[in-house]
């Protein structure tokens, strides 16, 4: 058959019918072509790739469109970190196009990423041919049974008939109830060029075997409310499900309806405004000394769209003795799966959200304000001990003056990504975000290399926006590569490198827990950084100082259409403060050093 | 407790794969697994054997319906059901064992259906510890090989496991 034009095949130009056809003609496309025509139905902006044998048909028809935009990747990793990013800071399902075998492995370690934080994905990953699957072809990995444990769900399509409808079921499942990946396995032959089929793509599509929750029970909101108005010392608990959920405002009208404290999970940072007096900063590992007394002393938590991670929980045991526990969530398989819930209301969390504003409003009910200030009395008590302190005398720069100069200079208008480690709580504890879908890092899996590949998403979909990507030595040299993507597509990223030459999380932890024997966390022979920087085509920094920070980092925004990398060299010393250790309660932290003599809880 | 759940699942190349994927990742029991289609061509109808405590079960049953593959579900051991299992068993029938083994197989209301001068396979059915008792039964050193279907079940009455 001949090959058809680009601009015929866009369903509202329908390819002239080559014989007598009934009905309007739908147009007839290869598999290939129906892979790339599904994508703009669905509306995908960018398309994370990095081209191989098993898709050269795709990546064919991809040459032929411009709708939709394919973004060059140096390694799969990058591509999928890149996807995610873009779907953390705008919502949208991330899409990403990788070869079979090698393509899809180095898929993998984002793909479970983007299933551990419940992040929307299509990762479409290319196969051998159907007639020699499970030969040991060349590049032929078990696609599917490898992806399996961390997808939300994945297909293999065996036929070009069961193309587009797989794709659009694959957009609507990592879209819809709790996000995640999934993952379409397409195999070289169902994609044929010279095989045309006619093309519809369905708008809506409905699966008996999946609906997720669309309200939570009107009753069980009720009686959540009413535990809620008759108690004395209440918390709100709010994670990544908040974002996820789009229910930042809900949240924060019922928040300052009740007066109640808030605090959230790294994941969760920024659906409450951070500056706001009502919040307690994060809790959990290495949250903050009031939010972590606050969840020891409550009489009523309130869940919403967290996981009870053990992250968050410390001990299962010591975790919130004296609660009534409502848990909000969509996923009800999140319900009392490590703690055991009271109240337990599965649904949207906007939804739910909003229709407990209306019940507290219909009833006109009012919390218990004389406890309630009692409360917050002693939550105020709790702050006083100041657990974020730190040397500000220092004559190294420390890593927390740094993060709050990047807030300063900023003005807190910034998409911060974040790579794993004790710069990822340095930025967590010390840049307030009062928005959500700014602070976008790898909090499930715990994913170094995260930070540069996810910027270069967050920055192809709001290109005028500061996006700045902190991150440490050691995580940065895990995805280094991309800065040469940052390079071709010109993407203004900032690198905020706090610099201390070990891998600082792990050294902290060998420091209390193996008697200081630093066991290979030591990064030696690094590389220069302003050098490698520049060697990418980039502006390349480095700062010692901690008088010079701020000018730097002002002179590194200031540079808007450049990316920027600031190689910040800071204390090698430096703890994250407060810390629970594992297998401890919240009442048990571990404060900063110059007042662990202090008595408490 | 032992729980026998019963699941109407997409018939669907990878959904076994889940299933037990599911298992083996989250660390539950599977005593035993058993599926085959149905009258509906799309649907294949397993039912599987597990065992903890209710906290336990109850995360089974929320995470086997989270996935995409399953339709329904349903905990037979919740209410009245039926139980049964299929076993066929080789007997070594040498002529001094003949009679008691054919005893046996009476009293135990299963059937002998094939016969060698030498061995007897056995069909039985009923609840699987009509099964155990059996085995238990039969006179040390004579079994050749114990094949058995796991269990599988149905929900009295009216009401069913459909769509």
Redesign the interface.
């Known amino acids: 058959m001949d090959q058809v034009k680009p601009d015929q095949l866009t369903p509202e130009q329908p390819r002239p019918a080559a014989g007598p056809r009934p009905e309007t003609a739908a147009p007839e496309l290869s598999g290939a072509e129906i892979t790339v025509q599904a994508l703009i139905d669905e509306g995908v902006e960018f398309v994370f790739g990095y081209p191989g044998g098993a898709v050269l048909h795709i990546y064919d028809a991809l040459f032929k469109r411009d709708e939709v935009k394919h973004i060059l990747v140096r390694h799969e990793q990058g591509a999928t970190h890149a996807a995610d990013g873009y779907a953390r800071a705008t919502g949208k399902v991330g899409v990403c196009l990788v070869t079979s075998g090698p393509g899809a492995t180095n898929a993998v370690t984002g793909i479970a990423t983007a299933h551990m934080d419940s992040i929307p994905m299509v990762v479409i990953t290319g196969q051998v041919p159907t007639p020699v699957i499970g030969s040991d072809a060349f590049q032929e990995v078990d696609t599917v049974g490898i992806t399996r444990p961390c997808v939300k769900h994945n297909f293999l399509v065996k036929r070009v008939e069961d193309l587009a409808e797989t794709i659009k079921k694959a957009f609507f499942i990592a879209s819809s109830g709790r996000p995640g990946p999934v993952v379409v396995d397409i195999p070289k032959d169902v994609t044929d060029p010279n095989v045309k089929i006619p093309y519809r793509y369905p708008a809506e599509i409905a699966m008996r075997s999946y609906s997720p929750a669309q309200r939570g029970h009107q009753g069980q909101i009720k009686k959540a409310v009413e535990k809620m108005l008759a108690a004395k010392r209440p918390v709100v608990y709010t994670g990544g499900g908040v974002v996820l959920g789009d229910a930042s405002e809900a949240l924060t009208a019922l928040v300052r309806e009740l007066g109640f404290p808030i605090t959230s999970t790294l994941m969760g940072l920024g659906a409450y405004p951070m500056t706001d007096q009502q919040f307690l900063g994060m809790l959990g590992m290495h949250g903050t000394y009031e939010a972590n007394m606050a969840m020891h002393e409550t009489d009523c938590l309130i869940a919403i769209g967290a996981r009870f991670d053990d992250r968050v929980t410390g001990k299962i045991e010591h975790f919130c003795p004296h609660a009534e526990i409502i848990h909000v969530d969509v996923d009800p398989s999140s319900i009392s799966k490590t703690v055991k819930v009271h109240v337990p209301i599965v649904g949207p969390v906007q939804t739910v959200l909003q229709d407990m504003l209306a019940v507290v409003k219909d009833t006109g009910g009012r919390p218990d304000r004389d406890a309630l200030t009692a409360w917050w009395q002693q939550i105020d008590d709790w702050k006083g001990i100041d657990c974020l302190r730190y040397d500000r005398t220092s004559p190294v720069i420390k890593p927390q003056f740094a993060v709050e100069t990047l807030y300063k200079v900023t003005n807190g208008e910034l998409f911060l990504t974040s790579d794993v480690g004790q710069h990822q709580m340095f930025a967590a504890q010390f840049y307030p975000f009062d928005k959500p879908r700014r602070w976008i890092n790898s909090g499930g899996l715990g994913t170094m290399g995260f930070g540069l590949p996810a910027a270069m998403g967050v920055q192809l979909a709001f290109p005028e926006a500061p996006v700045a990507c902190i991150s440490g030595e050691a995580s940065i040299l895990m995805c280094i590569q991309e800065m040469a993507t940052c390079k071709q597509y010109d993407l203004p990223v900032k690198v905020v490198l706090l610099n201390n030459g070990y891998m600082g999380m792990v050294r902290q932890w060998q420091e209390f827990f193996y008697e200081s024997r630093y066991a290979h966390s030591y990064v030696d022979a690094l590389p220069d950084f302003v050098q490698l920087a520049e060697s990418f085509g980039h502006v390349g920094m480095r700062v010692e100082k901690p008088d010079e920070l701020e000018a730097a980092m002002t002179e590194a925004f200031a540079m808007k259409d450049r990316f920027v990398f600031l190689d910040v060299i800071v204390d090698p010393a430096e703890n994250v403060y407060p810390m629970i250790a594992a297998g401890k309660g919240h009442h048990e932290m571990e404060l900063p050093p110059t007042m662990s003599e202090r008595e408490l809880a | 407790m032992r729980h026998i759940l019963s699941m109407l699942v ?1 018939n669907e ?2 959904a076994l ?2 299933i037990a ?1 599911l298992f083996s ?1 989250r660390g539950y029991n599977i005593e035993s697994l058993t599926v085959a289609p149905t009258d509906e061509p799309t649907l294949s109808r397993m039912t599987l054997v597990t065992s903890g405590n209710d ?1 336990i079960v ?2 089974i049953k ?2 086997l ?2 996935l ?4 329904k579900l349903q905990d037979l051991s919740e209410g009245e059901h039926i139980e049964r299992e299929m076993m066929l068993i080789k007997l070594k029938a040498a002529r001094p064992d003949r009679e008691e083994l054919k005893r046996l197989t009476d009293i135990f209301r299963a059937k002998i259906i094939d016969v060698t001068d030498v061995s007897y396979v056995v069909e039985l059915t009923g609840a699987s510890k009509k099964l155990d008792a059996f085995i238990e039964s039969v006179p040390e050193g004579l079994i050749t090989e114990v094949v058995r279907s796991g269990p599988t079940g149905i929900l009295r009455g009216e009401k069913g496991l459909t ?1």
């Open positions: 997409e190349s990878g794969s889940r994927g990742a906290d109850e995360q929320k995470q319906n989270k995409i593959d399953v339709v769509l």
